[in-house]
């Protein structure tokens, strides 16, 4: 079976502060993904990787970088975190294809920023 | 554009079957379910490739209609076990493995 793991399942940070989460998947799984959970709007991506050092910017990138320098693990960084990023984060890998993989997602981190 | 689910909510009782429809405003070239339980990882129930197939997991199965641009899912003699968020994603852009997701249909299932 597919492992993707998050480094934390609970966090609290401070405003300002740059907050690394980071993300392991163990079934050499070429795309990688960073998903924004919040009550009433689904999922959002934030960033995607499809290999090693490649990325592209999902639907609300603004606020956050990502770092892919091993292809098992996908790094999402706050810069400089705010209040309103305080959400649900969930972390995906799938195998390269054209639409016809799924995604298997880890089990999340809730991030609180103060 | 995302993907719009309905409805947004439904409570059931054992036994009872429901419908839960992802409706896009742009051509589909896929259509992927999830399932997220209560404070887990969402999980992947089956994707939908061609206009017209059907597929089914247990009791839980989906068509995909490529002319109306939706797709539904059918859970019959619903379960405890499949309370929880249902997502429909579909690609962003045609064939490729980067999906928007729907704002999710919550269902309840009570004894």
């Known amino acids: 079976d597919v492992k993707v793991t998050q480094s934390s399942r609970y966090l609290v940070k401070r405003t300002g502060e740059k907050v690394f989460l980071e993300c392991v998947q163990d079934m050499d799984h070429e795309n990688m993904f960073w998903y924004r959970q919040d009550p009433g709007l689904g999922l959002r991506l934030i960033y995607f990787?499809?290999?090693?050092?490649?990325?592209e910017k999902g639907d609300i990138p603004e606020g956050y970088s990502v770092s892919r320098e091993k292809k098992e693990r996908f790094s999402l960084i706050l810069e400089s975190a705010s209040t309103n990023q305080t959400s649900m984060y969930l972390c995906?890998?799938?195998?390269?294809?054209?639409?016809?993989?799924?995604?298997?997602f880890g089990d999340g981190t809730r991030l609180s920023i103060l | 554009q995302q993907p719009v689910q309905s409805p947004q909510a439904v409570i059931l009782r054992e036994g009872e079957d429901a419908v839960i429809n992802c409706s896009s405003s742009k051509a589909l070239y896929s259509v992927h379910w999830y399932r997220q339980k209560h404070g887990e990882a969402p999980v992947f129930l089956m994707i939908?490739?061609?206009?017209?197939e059907q597929k089914g997991h247990e009791k839980i199965s989906a068509s995909f209609n490529e002319k109306k641009q939706q797709s539904s899912l059918y859970l019959t003699a619903s379960q405890l076990s499949y309370s929880g968020t249902y997502f429909c994603g579909t690609p962003v852009g045609g064939a490729t493995n980067k999906l928007i997701f729907g704002t999710g249909t919550l269902l309840a299932v009570q004894p």
């Open positions: 995906a890998s799938s195998s390269l294809g054209r639409a016809d993989q799924p995604q298997h």
């Open positions: 990787s499809y290999d090693v050092k490649m990325k």
């Open positions: 939908l490739l061609k206009g017209g």
